[in-house]
Every structure is written in C-alpha cells, then in structure tokens.
C-alpha cells in the first residue's frame, strides 16, 4: 500500500497531481503540504498540512507518523521570481530537495522530483536540444536544477535512491496558476483574451518556447513513476517535450475563436531567460526507455483551455 506526501501541492502542478494521485491510490493515502496554510481550502478531499519543506524533522516526523512510502518533492522557487532573492532561492531549493533525498536514502522511500529546462543555458543548441548537451543554466532556478539533478543522480547511484525526474518544459492549465516563471504568459494570455480581450506580453512576439499542457505533464509524471525501475536509467532528469510555440503563434491561434483579441508586447528582464532556454525539445531517451509520446498539440490546447477557464467577466 502506498502512503504519498507531495510538497508544494499548491502550486500549478500540484494540485492537478494531488487530484490524480488521489484518484489513482485513494484520497485516503494521499497528504497534501505546502507553506502557505491559507492553501488548505485548495483540497477538499485529501488531508493538508502546513509545511515548509527546508524543515527536515518536520518532514522526518511525517514519514514516521503516517507509513509514508513515496514523496513528489514539488515546492521550489521559479526562474523569474527566483532572480529576486538568488541566494534565498538556492537555500529552499537545494536544502528541501537534500532533506528529501536524506530521508528517501534513510526510509527507503520512492521519490519525484521535477527538473525543467532551466537546466539549458547560452551554451546549449536551442532546437531538438538533446538529453545530455552542454548546460551552463543562467538563473538560480536553473543552477538549482542542474545541481538537483546531480544530487539525484548520486543518491541513486550511491545508495540506491528510487528517485525519478522530469526536465518540464512551460505547463499549461486552467485548474491553478502558475508564479513567477518565464513561460507564465502561456497561461495569463488565456485569462486576459477572456476577460480583456487584450494581453500585453512580457516575451517578444517570436520567442519560441517548449511548452506541454498539463494533462500530458501528469500523464507523463504517472507514466515516469508507474515504469518498472530497471528501465530507469536516467538518474539525472529526462527531457521530454509537449509542442513548442511563440507567443504570436498563440495568439494567431486564440484569434480563431476571439476575432477581436489582440496581443501587444513589452519585453522584460524575463525575455534574456528565454533567449536562453531550448526552443524545442528532443526526448527520444524518455521514448525509448518508458515510451513517453505527448498528445495535445497547440489547436487542442488553445480548444481546451478557452473552454475551461473561468474569469471574473463570464
Ligand atoms: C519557469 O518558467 O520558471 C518554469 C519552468 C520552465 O521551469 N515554468
């Protein structure tokens, strides 16, 4: 029987994770945490905790009270607001992920932990950027995941860590928010062409970006974590990839169903984080080792995502 504890289960991932493993294993075995206690109104059906996930003992103390046996470690700080305070996002970043890594060694404990291709750097070729290239990340969110992908790596090589990772490219959903990363405007561009029908765009009008909608970011997390281990050889993080678009493209596509919505655009500092990040993705390694194949494409997406959104003004 598996008892899971996910971190950082309110945030964008997290609560669509949290519905899918509760589905999957039983509300019942499910734990959700993140720092924020106000989150709580988030999870009807799973039990909540209030957790900072730096905060190893507390963490030790649940594993042991509730028989856990796995942990989606997923509370992290993001590319752009982790630019803010760099050495505060390295600290939460780093230190939970330890912790977790530590008591997965101690417990025996199965573990995800997201990477993403923050990873990439300046370095690193931009297009069907393969599994291994050269990566010299640009931001403390990418530092932190490159070095988070070693540190898992370690732990499964040195003391045979069950730990699984994916390298997310931008997700896409309507069910929460995402904050403070550079892909967010995949997503507030759906909310502001429903409610203003305009979206001023902080990335320039042909930054392509990886992106992957969130029913295919689950699919291939359960996917990831379902695989026998011995098909497992990644340790560090596996690339996968979704659809790559820019943001004119979305909006020619949004345009289908809101003729009058319009994009206008303003550049910012979140723009060098995504001169230097992949355009697109190749996975052929999570193909081959587990048969990772996305599904939804842009037309779907942007066909999904209008539907579902609700705003204040419908
Ligand atoms: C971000 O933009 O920081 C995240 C990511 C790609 O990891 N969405």
Redesign the pocket.
């Known amino acids: 029987m598996e008892k899971i504890l996910i971190t950082g289960a309110a945030g964008q991932l997290g609560v669509e994770l949290t519905t899918a493993l509760a589905s999957k294993y039983g509300a019942s075995n499910i734990l959700a945490s993140d720092i924020n206690s106000e989150s709580a109104k988030k999870f009807n059906s799973v039990k909540f905790l209030t957790l900072d996930a730096t905060d190893s003992k507390h963490i030790e103390n649940i594993i042991v009270t509730e028989n856990i046996t796995q942990i989606y470690h997923l509370a992290a700080i993001?590319?752009?607001k982790g630019e803010d305070n760099p050495l505060f996002t390295w600290d939460l970043n780093m230190r939970s992920l330890l912790g977790i890594l530590e008591a997965a060694r101690k417990y025996q404990l199965k573990i995800f932990w997201p990477s993403?291709?923050?990873v990439f750097g300046n370095d690193t070729p931009r297009k069907n950027t393969p599994q291994n290239p050269r990566m010299i990340p640009g931001t403390v969110?990418g530092i932190s995941k490159q070095a988070g992908e070693q540190w898992c790596n370690y732990y499964a090589k040195k003391f045979k860590v069950d730990v699984r990772s994916l390298r997310?490219?931008?997700?896409i959903s309507y069910s929460a928010q995402?904050g403070g990363?550079?892909?967010?405007y995949a997503v507030d561009i759906f909310y502001k062409s429903k409610e203003d029908k305009k979206y001023t765009c902080f990335l320039s009008k042909d930054t392509r970006l990886p992106m992957m909608y969130m029913p295919d970011a689950i699919r291939a997390t359960l996917e990831l974590m379902e695989a026998p281990a011995s098909e497992i050889k990644t340790r560090t993080s596996y690339n996968v990839s979704g659809v790559s678009f820019t943001p004119a493209e979305l909006a020619e596509e949004i345009n289908k169903h809101i003729a009058d919505f319009k994009i206008l655009y303003e550049p910012d500092f979140r723009q060098h984080i995504a001169d230097s990040w992949p355009q697109s993705i190749n996975d052929e390694v999570a193909e081959q080792e587990w048969g990772w194949k996305p599904k939804y494409d842009l037309k779907k997406i942007t066909i999904d995502m209008l539907k579902n959104i609700k705003c204040e003004a419908y």
């Open positions: 993001l590319s752009a993403s291709i923050a969110y997310y490219p931008g997700l995402p990363g550079t892909t967010d």
